[in-house]
């Protein structure tokens, strides 16, 4: 007969009112495996922390989000967001799936070449591209959407030098109702500069004006905006039809849908709240099919989506380090995993459990980092049973940006594994060791020698 696990007494004040402004109490099961294979095990054989992608989940959440977009529109193509997830496993996934390479940079730019994706196959975003990048696409004919004018007229130098014809579109800003509203980038469309750019481009014959294109914000938690977006394009292609009997190959709506993570400050579930793949594509799909393009003549719909595909499939799974008493008195709980590695903690409110049996009795608690500064918080307010030192938690819909915008700071960026269809596990991205970081560094040899 195996010992009990002792858990703390604790005394908690029974609510029989409204929930509190941290919304409803959470009273999660605790997440002992995924996808059939044990968290204990995951930790045992790889160490903690340890994010874990569910490659189950990213094809089955693509299938979804492909559905929702090709019943209501006969031409549909995603283009898998490499900044959102450059890790190669992940990015292979979406492309056996029949996804695109969508890049911002020319870092990217090779990555997805490396990926075996062809040329003509991968978008290239972005407000820097360097001249080699720009020669590199033209020479591949991808698909260059130009940011703003000093790339249009290197565009136009190239295309003399290599007496290639580039493939381009132009990024279009616009007010969709959104507020900031996102015009850093691209050719704003209300006052002219989106129709001064495609004029630019078509009289001087020397390019093929192939698509239009728009990202018109991030985390996008209403679908009405993309429907006005999607109708600001089509008005110009129909301006393009019109003036120069010239079709568009495709219309580029870009990325930004939410996912299902539940944002600071907010009072529901984002699960319960951000709009759905079936939401954005009713918007989208109705401005297009209603507008004035012809119909012989109708582009094909991209998608950059990134975040929504991926967040899903994304866990972190950790370890408790110690437990602490506030100068107020609140339970602060220390996990060995750091703001440095959980980048999105600083917006979301991310759903955690632990990784194993727990009584109902819960308290508030704070979750802080390993790390040695005061930022670094993983939750500000979060009900959890009182979870003792070597306990496992996951943290869920970590898919997206972490393991493109983590650093190493402090602690050392640990392993990323992926399991696959048949529950077996695959190290799919090294974790870092003192030689990783130290070959990068050079000691100049008057350095080499001192005494204490």
């Known amino acids: 007969m195996s010992k009990k696990k002792y858990e703390r007494p604790s005394i908690k004040r029974i609510e029989n009112e409204m929930p509190n402004k941290f919304g409803l109490r959470s009273e999660y099961k605790p997440m002992t495996h995924i996808d059939g294979v044990a968290v204990k095990d995951i930790i045992k054989e790889h160490g903690s922390p340890v994010f874990v992608i569910s490659e189950k989940t990213i094809r089955q959440v693509y299938k979804d989000a492909m559905r929702a977009f090709a019943i209501r529109y006969p031409k549909v193509q995603f283009a898998w967001s490499y900044k959102t997830n450059y890790l190669s496993a992940i990015c292979n996934v979406f492309h056996q799936e ?110 093929d004006l192939v698509g239009l ?4 914000g991030t985390y996008m938690m209403t679908a009405e905006p993309y429907g006005i977006a999607a109708a600001k394009l089509a008005d110009l292609a129909v301006g393009l039809q019109q003036k120069y009997n010239h079709h568009v190959k495709y219309i580029d709506l870009g990325g930004g849908f939410a996912g299902k993570n539940t944002l600071k400050g907010a009072y529901l579930p984002g699960s319960d709240t951000n709009p759905s793949f079936d939401d954005y594509a009713e918007k989208i799909t109705s401005a297009l099919i209603n507008s004035n393009i012809s119909p012989d003549h109708l582009p094909w719909l991209f998608l950059e989506t990134g975040r929504a595909l991926i967040d899903e499939a994304g866990f972190l799974l950790g370890t408790v380090i110690a437990n602490k008493r506030s100068s107020i008195g609140k339970r602060n709980t220390i996990l060995d995993i750091g703001v440095n590695i959980l980048f999105t903690s600083f917006w979301y409110q991310h759903k955690i459990t632990p990784a194993q049996e727990f009584t109902h009795h819960t308290e508030n608690t704070m979750l802080y980092g390993p790390l040695c500064m005061n930022i670094d918080v993983i939750r500000e307010n979060v009900e959890l049973p009182l979870l003792n030192p070597g306990d496992h938690v996951v943290v869920h819909h970590v898919g997206a940006y972490n393991m493109t915008q983590w650093m190493q700071f402090i602690t050392l960026r640990p392993k990323v594994v992926m399991i696959d269809l048949e529950g077996k596990i695959h190290v799919i991205r090294k974790g870092e060791s003192m030689n990783s970081i130290s070959d990068y560094e050079g000691m100049p040899k008057h350095l080499t020698d001192f005494k204490l």
């Open 98 to 207: 029949g996804s695109w390479a969508e890049v911002v940079s020319g870092f990217e730019y090779d990555k997805a070449l490396n990926n075996g994706i062809p040329g003509n196959k991968i978008i290239f975003n972005g407000p820097d591209k360097t001249r080699d990048d720009l020669k590199k696409a033209i020479d591949n004919k991808s698909l260059i959407h130009i940011d703003h004018l000093d790339e249009y007229y290197t565009i136009l130098e190239l295309a003399d030098e290599t007496g290639l014809r580039p493939q381009v579109a132009i990024r279009v800003n616009m007010d969709t109702g959104v507020y900031p509203m996102w015009d850093r980038f691209g050719f704003n469309y209300e006052n002219g500069q989106a129709w001064d750019a495609l004029n630019k481009i078509m009289i001087s014959k020397k390019m």
């Open 213 to 216: 294109h728009c990202h018109i």
